[in-house]
Structures are given as C-alpha cells and as structure tokens.
C-alpha cells in the first residue's frame, strides 16, 4: 500500500470540503436557519448518499481496469481535464459567499436526512465528480481494485463528515466571519481552484 497516495487523498478531500460548494453552503444555511441538529441531519444525508456514488465507481471502474488498461487511463486523462473544467468555472465566479437564509424553508429532521440523501444520490455532477476524482488515487498493487475505491469512498465520507459536522456546528461564527471578512469567500474561491488543478496535475503524472 502507498500511504502517500491516501494521505494526499485525504488532505485533497480536506481542501474540497472547506472550500465553498452547494453541499456544505445547503449543510450551513441549515444550520444557521434551524438550528445545528439541523444541519447535522443534512450531512448525514448528504454523507450517507456517497456510499451509492462508491458502489457505482466500485464495480463500474473495476470491470473497466480489468477489461483494458488503456480505457483506464482515458478515464485518468478525462478525468483530470474535467478538473480543470471545475477549476476553470470556479475561477469565472464572482467568489462570493451567499448565506441567504431567507430561502429556506424549515422541515423535519427526518426530512432534512431524505433530502440530503436524494441531492446527493440524484446529482449526476457527483458521479462525475467520483470518476474524475478517485481513479487517480488508487494505491495498491495487491488490493483488489474495488476494495481500493471502497476505502478511498470510506475516507471520503469520514474527512467530509468531520468538516461538513464543523461548519454545521460553527456555523454562527462562520456567519459572522463572512460577514466581517468580505475577502473570505476570495480566499476559499482561489484555494478551490489551486485544489482542482493541483489534482488534475497528480492524476495525470
């Protein structure tokens, strides 16, 4: 086992996590609006949804490695320019950050874990997200390839629902930082597009 390659794959999650996206702003306007266990139930939701999105990389990607080598590294090289493609959209956006609470209706716990669950599973942005990003990052030789993406989702789900339960637990302070720092959403704008591309460049070499 290469622990380089996983602990790379953590820190990436780390980054794309923090970094603004509709998940995580959904899981703090949540939390702002109704309350942390709110929030809370909005990534579980959203967490719990990866494991379809894993199982479909799983057993999907798998067969292609085993049936053509070269297919795998087209989805490598498709991969990474996709990266480059988000990277590219995040840099034509304005970076601001948009905490309009007024949007939002209240709904139950349960509910808020069911709709959680569904924008994740429904999404088709996250398939692609997971076969742009995960392919790069397998690290063994000797573990089979679908335990590899099991363990590379497993990460995934653990590194976003530690940050993701931090922005829902902090998201007063978070709020009043934005609000104070209007540069904030700058900064997490840039470091998602040095994150995008820092990716591509590693799956590709």
Request: aromatic letters at 14%.
């Amino acid at each position: 086992m290469n622990y380089d390659i996983l602990i790379s794959f953590a820190l990436a999650t780390s980054a794309l996590a923090i970094s603004p996206g509709p998940d995580n702003i959904y899981v703090l306007v949540q939390s702002i609006t109704n309350g942390k266990s709110y929030g809370m139930a909005t990534v579980c939701g959203l967490i719990t949804g990866c494991i379809i999105h894993t199982t479909l990389l799983a057993f999907g990607v798998s067969a292609l490695i085993k049936a053509n080598d070269n297919i795998f590294l087209g989805i490598k090289i498709l991969g990474a320019l996709y990266l480059i493609y988000l990277a590219y959209k995040v840099f034509k956006s304005n970076g601001q950050l948009n905490l309009d609470v007024d949007i939002i209706p209240q709904k139950t716990l349960k509910g808020l874990f069911i709709q959680g669950f569904f924008m994740n599973v429904l999404n088709p942005k996250v398939t692609i997200f997971f076969l742009a990003f995960f392919p790069g990052f397998l690290f063994s030789d000797a573990i089979s390839s679908v335990l590899q993406f099991y363990i590379l989702g497993g990460i995934f789900m653990l590194v976003s629902f530690i940050i993701f339960s931090a922005i829902a637990l902090l998201a007063g302070q978070i709020k009043t930082y934005a609000v104070h720092h209007q540069n904030a959403g700058l900064v997490l704008k840039w470091l998602q597009i040095i994150v995008f591309i820092g990716i591509a460049i590693f799956i590709l070499l």
